[in-house]
């Protein structure tokens, strides 16, 4: 009982084609926010597109549920603007607000039961008895909890309590759903299937969704856009996919896809290439989307982000990066092992490298020397 | 950890022979209301409720009764609204004040109660408000209030404030919310609060005392009829008192238990 049929929603998945996402439902503009002498938040700009599924990312602490609770209506900017389709929101009470919230612990009401719990917003707007039952019916179903009506919040597992939470937003059909952490609490598996069922929840109701969390992977394996919150700043925003192939910074390129990140100095550009002198040696970086790179001044010292699993072993020549070392480490980590090998030069950092156990298992082991290539395009410059 | 067994037994014989030593006095009352007695031999083949009648049929312990339930019910209630809105106070009332305010509350109950009687009564006639039960309503007010008031405010404090915020999120206005969040948060403590006000009103007995007009209250009454000599029906009331206030006890302890 009450697990989650995560094939249901059968529509959602032929539904391919992206929901317009043009039109911005709501937006921040320049939001400081400060608690007594702490300064939380800093020019916080960022569009929330109506029919996207947002996602804020940052580590704990770095502001995640306060940018949640300005747009909640628990908390006022210091500085700033929260456009909802056009008008300034910052005075309007929470209550009156349309958007509605999943707090971080679910923040049900211990008193009332399930259907309880899932009528109030409705009892609370004066809606008529028999319109609203088979509204919170329906969207007791759409959670996977039909029949658990009568039950109270403490009779419920973690799963069940955070889908009573979902559901008694869900039943007020906002524009905007916020979503404070909500697979936080789950067991990983559980986590796991949540996550496709919020995406495909938020694809078949066609509601905006806008999710706080702090796990990478969790975010893009949800979000159309990854928003990432570096202590109150935004580092980067921008799809899982740009996140993950194209990080702005060193920050990001920590937080998404384990870069290897090699500390050089810009050398001599080329078409769409710019050198970079590093301990071991010249390497070659595409500089494509990126002018501020390519017009850096020769010297400025900056670090190369490299994917582990872009690094090739015994590479062709349609390879421009090249270098040679030893094997320090294999581990095996099902379908993929982690070779960490020592370039030769001698103040060259290890690199990791990512490869499918299968071609791994072409009889690498420690102290072995190996020759490693990566394509100039799977490489990146960061300058900050 | 476990003692060995010489201590254990020790032990168990000490905590039983103070049982009896301290609470015995209460048992034997209770076994004689049931009895004649001559002198001080009991009459073993006499068991039953002929003490119980007589005292009700004493026509000052049924009207003692009354004013017993009479205060005890105008008690709770004052105590009650009186508790729940000082804590609200406490709580949301931003007053810089609230700190000393909740001393003053408590005190009250941390004072001989001779000390609150008498003052109250040198009060009471200096401003000329005659003695009844309306001023032991007071009396007994000002004793109990400092426990309802740290019952309701406690349970008020451990309302998540996130609740709160959940029920503006769903739309709820503050009006609303206070009556559909705050307010059934407070019920089961209140009720709590307000079993125990009757508990401490129904036997309390010095302060009454000083501040009561003409009318008994249950404890009055015994305490006359202590003055007047003993009679066996007295253990019959002292039976009657000790029942209610372990009913109202076990009453409280399980209404202040935390909910599962
Ligand atoms: N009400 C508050 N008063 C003071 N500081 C706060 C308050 N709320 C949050 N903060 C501070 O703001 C920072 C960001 O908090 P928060 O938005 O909760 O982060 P996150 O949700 O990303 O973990 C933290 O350093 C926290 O201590
Ligand atoms: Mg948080």
Redesign the interface.
């Known amino acids: 009982m009450g697990a989650i049929d995560i094939t249901a929603p059968a529509a959602a998945n032929q539904r391919q084609a992206p929901l317009s996402m043009s039109r911005p439902l709501l937006v921040l503009e320049g939001i400081e926010k400060g608690f007594g002498g702490a300064q939380v938040l800093h020019g916080i700009d960022l569009t929330i597109n109506d029919g996207e599924f947002l996602t804020v990312l940052g580590a704990s602490g770095s502001g995640k549920t306060t940018v949640l609770r300005l747009i909640g209506g628990f908390t006022e900017p210091s500085a700033g603007r929260i456009l909802f389709e056009g008008a300034d929101i910052v005075s309007v009470p929470a209550y009156r607000r349309p958007v509605n919230t999943v707090f971080q612990d679910y923040a049900l009401f211990p008193h009332l039961t399930v259907a309880g719990n899932v009528a109030y917003g409705l009892e609370a707007r004066g809606t008529a008895r028999d319109v609203l039952r088979p509204k919170v019916a329906e969207a007791l179903e759409r959670v996977a909890l039909k029949g658990f009506d009568a039950r109270y919040p403490s009779q419920l597992s973690g799963g069940q309590r955070q889908r009573v939470a979902l559901a008694r937003a869900l039943v007020l059909e906002p524009r905007l759903i916020l979503l404070d952490e909500p697979l936080g609490a789950l067991d990983a598996a559980l986590r796991r299937q949540m996550q496709v069922f919020l995406k495909q929840l938020q694809r078949e109701i066609r509601t905006t969704f806008l999710l706080v969390t702090h796990d990478q992977e969790e975010a893009i394996v949800m979000s159309d856009r990854i928003c990432v919150l570096d202590a109150g700043r935004i580092a980067q925003i921008g799809t899982p996919h740009e996140l993950y192939y194209r990080p702005a910074s060193e920050y990001i390129a920590r937080f998404f896809g384990d870069n290897n990140l090699i500390e050089g100095r810009l050398g001599p550009s080329a078409a769409a290439v710019r050198f970079v002198e590093t301990a071991a040696g010249r390497l070659m970086v595409s500089t494509k989307d990126q002018s501020d790179v390519a017009e850096a001044p020769t010297g400025t010292p900056v670090k190369i982000a490299l994917r582990p699993e872009a690094i090739q072993v015994a590479p062709g020549s349609e390879f421009e990066n090249h270098l040679s070392g030893t094997i320090r480490d294999v581990t095996f980590a099902g379908a993929i092992s982690q070779i960490v090998i020592q370039p030769s030069g001698e103040t060259a950092r290890p690199l990791t490298i990512k490869l499918a156990s299968r071609a791994a298992g072409l009889g690498l082991s420690r102290g072995q020397p190996i020759s490693a290539g990566w394509r100039s395009a799977d490489c990146r410059i960061l300058l900050r | 950890m476990t003692f060995p067994w010489p201590v254990a037994w020790a032990l168990r014989a000490f905590a039983g022979l103070v049982l009896v030593i301290l609470y015995g006095p209460l048992a034997v009352a209770v076994v004689l209301s049931f009895f004649d007695q001559t002198g001080t031999s009991v009459d073993w083949s006499s068991f039953g409720l002929q003490w119980y009648a007589k005292l009700f049929a004493n026509r000052g312990i049924g009207e003692a009764l009354v004013n017993t339930f009479i205060v005890g019910a105008g008690t709770v209630v004052t105590s009650v609204v009186l508790g729940t809105v000082f804590a609200l106070y406490f709580q949301y009332g931003g007053s810089p004040w609230r700190g000393l305010h909740r001393a003053i509350i408590v005190t009250p109950f941390l004072l001989p109660p001779i000390v609150t009687g008498l003052s109250l009564l040198i009060f009471f006639r200096e401003v000329g408000v005659p003695r009844s039960l309306l001023t032991v309503v007071i009396g007994h007010t000002l004793l109990v209030l400092a426990l309802v008031y740290r019952t309701i405010l406690q349970r008020l404090q451990s309302l998540?404030p996130?609740?709160i915020?959940?029920?503006?999120?769903?739309?709820?206005?503050r009006a609303?919310t206070f009556r559909?969040?705050l307010l059934?948060?407070l019920a089961s403590a209140a009720v709590a609060a307000g079993v125990l006000a009757f508990a401490l009103s129904f036997d309390e007995t010095l302060i009454t005392l000083l501040v009561t007009g003409s009318d008994n209250t249950l404890p009055l009454r015994l305490w006359a009829m202590v003055r007047t000599g003993f009679t066996p029906d007295m253990n019959a009331l002292i039976t009657l008192i000790l029942a209610a206030t372990a009913a109202l006890s076990v009453a409280v302890i399980s209404l202040v238990r935390p909910?599962?």
Do not use: I, K, W
């Open positions: 998540s996130q609740l915020e959940a029920s503006y999120d769903l739309g709820a206005t609303y559909r969040v059934p948060h909910q599962p």
